[in-house]
């Protein structure tokens, strides 16, 4: 493999996971939307029968549920490749001359090792980040019906 492939595969990663985090924020929104509307009810809301309750419940649990994931997903992951010439964290674990000096002086193969194990830790964070997304989506659309069937029950 070349530098040139292995700094395309290290690309290739890191778009993957600015796709996971384009996806956060709207389903995010609407959650919040969700979420504010049915506490916005329930607040206005004085008297209850056990069915707005169960429904209630019923809601906002997968909608909390959905943040949370969301909320996993979008927690930033800072550890990588130890004495990484390329990851941040490697980088600043270093004196500025130290990192200089290693990549003035670093070897071609050396280098796309490197480039290789930061491609592969990307891989790991994009597979995390679309799990706990496909997570949050799921929750998202299993409230649904339960969050018509709340405002309904809330308003007849």
Known sequence: MSI?????????????VR???AKMPPIFAINLAMLGVIVALIKAHSTWTICQGIFSA???LPLLLSIA?????MFPRLSG???SN????GITKKSEDKFIEEVRTISDDAYEEDVL???YRNAEIAEEKFKF???AFISSFVSVPFWLATIYLIYV
């Not at 390329?86 to 964290?89: T, Y």
């Open 133 to 135: 997304t496909k997570y």
């Open 58 to 60: 019923l809601c906002l």
């Open 86 to 89: 390329i990851f941040f964290g």
């Open 117 to 119: 194990a930061q491609a």
């Open 69 to 73: 994931f969301l909320s996993l997903s």
């Open 4 to 16: 040139d492939k292995a700094e395309k595969t290290l690309s290739l990663q890191l778009d993957w």
């Open 81 to 83: 490749p130890k004495g």
């Open 19 to 21: 796709t996971a985090d």
